[in-house]
């Protein structure tokens, strides 16, 4: 990993090869592929420290940088120098420099016959290997672009398709990526082609699916805007029609805008994430609000669970048949008055035992657990976001390692939850329902990016592996 300045750490493909050659074969074929990539990384180091052919180029990285924080910092109503020093002095100015660097290497500037990496190779290619010369070159022809991520492959490669598009997806040999990426993240990123195979120049800039939907928006904006100014001109005289070559201008008009559009929503996304403080709602006992539930399996005698609860000082039986209030003491201490600190119904197989805080459902675990001892097995905790926790200290909890009975109260659970979003009204949706907007045509590509949205969250919970494969075929959608 090379860097200029200490600033711009360029994330590489891994060499693309597999072992599985006899062992001798397979020693030369990796100094083969380290020797490869010894020659990008000096070609790549050259290259950014080359100033350029003459002073005019002087001042063209800087130019580029204001260019893309310009629109930043008229959205956040700050100075180009506050909004500057926001990206460059903090945890993202690899990825400003990055993409600053990339289209400033690549443009062709005021008419120029060549771009900067073009006049790098005329003048100082000879210094280069072959390999290291066909990276250059590839990297000076390629264009950026907006992607999709369908299908990741951890430490090996992303497979990505144009965004929006029903292209079938290419393989993008990638390592470093693949750990921060996820399915339907979307990305704008250069592609090239060297020996075959697919690699990305560098820098990428990441999208959630919500914000990635946005700026397939603001860029589909783009020719309907390019298409009214088309027609006004007819209107007024100016034209005499339509211009043929519609479709062509559009996607001109797409590739021009789509780095400073790119830019500007990933950097307010940024900005918004490390800037705005989260509103903090808090309990009686000062606690920050998080609704969570415990589902512990029954594995003894009902009928004594019933008895043991009914007998208990902190518990207070409901109407509502095998159903009570939880009034423990207030952690606050004995002084304090007593109060509803949670719920606990009896079904048929689990005991559910929901509150508004992780910390009162610690406590209503001691309490469950100290009551009813053996007559319940471990807990599993769900909370509001769906995702689930156990009690190991790395975090992790896959369905595919709980037991047959735990995992049917989660799956059930979850498909509670989604079964009703299915019809609820949705933000992201406009208002409607996910089922209003599949049985319109018009609609649907807009349910199947929302439908992407929590596939993708799923993705990068390393606490779930829940199938959401029904709900696509629930409203007759394919993600294709």
């Not at 083969?32 to 000096?42: E, G, L, P, T």
């Not at 399915?183 to 690699?199: F, M, N, P, T």
């Not at 829940?466 to 959608?477: G, I, P, Q, R, S």
């Amino acid at each position: 990993m090379l860097n200029a300045n200490n600033c711009y750490p360029l994330i590489y493909t891994d060499p693309p090869f597999t072992l599985t050659l006899p062992l001798l074969y397979g020693l030369k074929y990796i100094m083969s592929a380290r020797k490869k990539r010894r020659d990008i990384d000096k070609a790549i180091s050259h290259l950014m420290n080359y100033p350029g052919p003459n002073e005019e180029w002087n001042h063209r990285l800087e130019s580029v940088t204001d260019e893309l924080i310009l629109p930043i910092a008229n959205s956040l109503s700050i100075s180009v120098e506050e909004a500057g020093a926001f990206f460059m002095e903090g945890p993202f100015g690899h990825m400003l420099f990055g993409f600053a660097f990339e289209e400033y290497a690549t443009a062709l500037w005021d008419g120029e016959p060549l771009s900067l990496i073009g006049k790098y190779l005329k003048k100082r290619g000879w210094r280069e290997s072959t390999t290291g010369q066909r990276y250059l070159k590839a990297f000076d022809e390629s264009d950026l672009k907006f992607w999709e991520v369908t299908k990741i492959k951890l430490d090996s490669h992303i497979d990505i398709r144009p965004y929006g598009s029903k292209d079938k997806p290419i393989r993008v040999k990638e390592k470093a990526a693949t750990h921060d990426l996820y399915q339907w993240d979307a990305i704008v990123a250069r592609v090239l082609k060297l020996d075959g195979e697919y690699i990305f120049s560098g820098s990428i800039l990441p999208f959630k699916p919500d914000i990635a939907q946005q700026l397939q928006s603001a860029l589909e904006g783009i020719s309907k805007n390019t298409l009214i100014m088309m027609t006004q001109l007819v209107k007024e005289g100016e034209l005499e029609e339509l211009p043929d070559d519609m479709d062509m201008i559009n996607q001109e008009e797409y590739e021009a805008n789509l780095p400073s559009l790119a830019f500007q929503f990933w950097g307010l996304n940024v900005y918004s994430l490390l800037m705005s403080d989260a509103p903090d709602f808090r309990n009686m006992d000062d606690e920050a609000i998080d609704i969570s539930e415990l589902h512990f399996p029954i594995i003894g005698d009902r009928a004594l669970i019933i008895r043991l609860l009914d007998g208990s000082e902190q518990t207070d039986k409901l109407m509502q048949e095998d159903a009570w209030l939880w009034l423990p003491e207030s952690p606050r201490g004995p002084q304090e008055n007593t109060y509803i600190s949670g719920n606990i119904l009896l079904a048929e197989t689990r005991l559910q035992f929901q509150t508004n805080s992780s910390e009162r459902a610690q406590r209503g675990e001691e309490f469950v657990s100290g009551l009813l001892g053996d007559l319940l097995g471990t807990p599993l905790t769900l909370h509001e976001n769906m995702q689930m926790q156990s009690d190991d200290s790395s975090g992790v909890s896959l369905l595919d390692d709980m037991s047959p009975e735990v995992q049917a109260v989660v799956v059930e659970q979850l498909n509670n939850h989604y079964r009703q979003t299915l019809d609820e009204s949705i933000p992201m949706l406009n208002g409607k329902s996910p089922r209003q907007c599949a049985a319109d045509p018009k609609l649907k590509s807009e349910v199947i990016a929302w439908l992407k949205y929590p596939e993708n969250s799923n993705a990068k919970s390393s606490q779930a592996n829940y199938d959401f494969t029904w709900m696509w075929d629930e409203l007759n959608l394919t993600s294709d």
